[in-house]
T-cell receptor
Framework: AQSVTQPDIHITVSEGASLELRCNYS??????LFWYVQSPGQGLQLLLKYFSGDTLVQGIKGFEAEFKRSQSSFNLRKPSVHWSDAAEYFC????????FGAGTRLTVKP | NAGVTQTPKFRVLKTGQSMTLLCAQD?????MYWYRQDPGMGLRLIHYSVGEGTTAKGEVPDGYNVSRLKKQNFLLGLESAAPSQTSVYFC???????????FGPGTRLTVT
């Protein structure tokens, strides 16, 4: 069965610290992979995506993600978190359809 | 460009009533999607369409129907609303499945 798992429901980091958000998936083949961010009361914005090529992809706002086929993972990273990064982050995978993870809420401490 | 718009923004229904949510996009996108978002569950795909005249079931299709008679519109229907359908509904569209999905502002539906 197709599924997307974001193991961390809530993460708190200090401003300036590094961040890693985890995403694991179960799919028949390597799907298209995405990370979206949702600020409170807002719609979703794409951070980055992967569907082939270099397994380390760069996105907007200083985010990057690494695809690891052997681990069926697509973890999101940022070297230095800013207070404005506080939001909910969703990993999504699919082809014609799309499956989203349950999300990870990020809190940034001053 | 208006992007993706959803009508209505809010709605309260009584159990058993029916309604239709309208999603419209002006970007000439082929793919359109309907999701529901519930606390702690992320977005779950209800139905999707890969082009005008096509529809397909997603992860949670029961209790919903859809139609894509025109390329720019994707309608989501609830024939007999139930309290379990209380949720925020998002529509999205994309030119191609490998591209970014553009989301509408959402419709908050409450079924009492």
């Amino acid at each position: 069965a197709q599924s997307v798992t974001q193991p961390d429901i809530h993460i708190t980091v200090s401003e300036g610290a590094s961040l890693e958000l985890r995403c694991n998936y179960s799919y028949g083949a390597t799907p298209y992979l995405f990370w979206y961010v949702q600020s409170p009361g807002q719609g979703l914005q794409l951070l980055l995506k992967y569907f082939s090529g270099d397994t380390l992809v760069q996105g907007i706002k200083g985010f990057e993600a690494e695809f690891k086929r052997s681990q069926s993972s697509f973890n999101l990273r940022k070297p230095s978190v800013h207070w404005s990064d506080a939001a909910e982050y969703f990993c999504a995978v699919g082809y014609n359809d799309m499956r989203f993870g349950a999300g990870t809420r990020l809190t940034v401490k001053p | 460009n208006a992007g993706v718009t959803q009508t209505p923004k809010f709605r309260v229904l009584k159990t058993g009533q029916s309604m239709t949510l309208l999603c419209a996009q002006d970007m000439n996108h082929e793919y359109m999607y309907w999701y529901r978002q519930d606390p702690g569950m992320g977005l779950r795909l209800i139905h999707y369409s890969v082009g005008e005249g096509t529809t397909a079931k997603g992860e949670v299709p029961d209790g919903y129907n859809v139609s894509r008679l025109k390329k720019q519109n994707f309608l989501l229907g609830l024939e007999s609303a139930a309290p379990s359908q209380t949720s925020v509904y998002f529509c999205a569209s994309t030119l191609d499945r490998a591209y970014e999905q553009y989301f509408g502002p959402g419709t908050r539906l409450t079924v009492t």
